[in-house]
């Protein structure tokens, strides 16, 4: 079961204010708002990794040119 608050929103120039109860305290104070169909949605915000962005990247058909070409061959190293 969800427990619900009515809260009254507090107007403050061309911005609202929203007082969360402490119960629903977010450990952030960073959060992405939206609407989606006349709802309003709150969540905190969560810095994706960069695996994560990569894997929203569309793939890179160009091909690389081979930068070694040319390079004369590395010595060997004796430790």
Do not use: W
Request: hydrophobic share 35%; proline share 9%.
């Amino acid at each position: 079961m969800t427990t619900e608050y009515r809260v009254k929103l507090i107007q403050q120039g061309n911005s609202q204010t929203l007082p969360i109860p402490p119960e629903l305290n977010l450990n952030t104070t960073d959060v992405i708002i939206r609407q989606e169909n006349g709802k309003l949605i709150i969540e905190p915000y969560q810095k994706k990794s960069l695996l994560q962005v990569f894997s929203t990247l569309e793939p890179i058909d160009e091909e690389f040119p081979d930068i070694d070409a040319g390079l004369l061959p590395l010595d060997d190293i004796e430790l």
